[in-house]
């Protein structure tokens, strides 16, 4: 049976690979035993591209992916779960 240190080490791996960040941009918030293997919860702060494209300054978000493992350690769930707006960069933002 995988260790919990093992199990940190796939889903850091998994989120570096998929977002393609650097492992130090993670910070693992839960990492809990389920009914089918392991599950997840990791912060990650990203710039929103979506708001930069409409002419907004550089706005981060706080996003919070969950990833599900099971027994074997293979990743069989991976989602955004929730977002938030985080903060502006060091400019300040313009009124509309």
Known sequence: MP???EVQEKVVEFLVTELGKEREE????????????????????????????????????????????????????FALSASRERSYATEEREEI
Not at 43 to 50: A, D, F, G, P
């Open 3 to 5: 260790g919990i240190h």
């Open 26 to 77: 993670f910070r693992l918030i839960k990492l809990s035993r389920s009914e089918e293997g392991w599950e997840g919860r990791v912060e990650v702060t990203e710039q929103n591209k979506y708001l930069q494209k409409l002419g907004y300054p550089v706005i981060f978000d706080r996003n919070i992916y969950s990833i599900q493992l099971d027994e074997g350690l293979a990743v069989v769930g």
